[in-house]
Nanobody, 120 residues
């Protein structure tokens, strides 16, 4: 499957952005869809994940209450709504398809990444 992430850009602290991840085939064939991010000079870390039906969601503590992951299986698209953005959220955001877990090694397919920059 090919994943295309979009929606990144420049936002001010306290603002919002919505990321989208469009897949080339049905995403409900994978138990989990996830978002990860990688800040300059740092490792790629887990942000959020969602189960096949959308009922189960998981978040990193750093984004809990601010970010919301959702999916539209009919459109083979996963979303990440990011509110109350902080400068620490600045990173390249990647979507991935695979097992429902917070471990990036369990995801088989990755998008190309979309850059989110939050100014203070």
């Amino acid at each position: 499957v090919q994943l295309q992430a979009s929606g990144g850009g420049l936002a001010q602290a306290g603002g919002s952005l919505r990321l989208s991840c469009a897949a080339s085939e049905r995403t409900d064939s994978y138990s989990g869809m996830g978002w990860f991010r990688q800040a300059p000079g740092k490792l790629r870390v887990f942000v959020a994940a969602i189960g096949r039906s959308g009922e189960n969601t998981y978040y990193a503590d750093s984004v809990k209450g601010r970010f919301t992951i959702s999916r539209d299986n009919a459109k083979s698209t996963v979303y990440l709504q990011m509110n109350t953005l902080e400068p620490e959220d600045t990173a390249v955001y990647y979507c991935a398809a695979g097992c429902l877990t917070t471990n990036p090694a369990s995801y088989l397919y990755w998008g190309q990444g979309t850059l989110v920059t939050v100014s203070s």
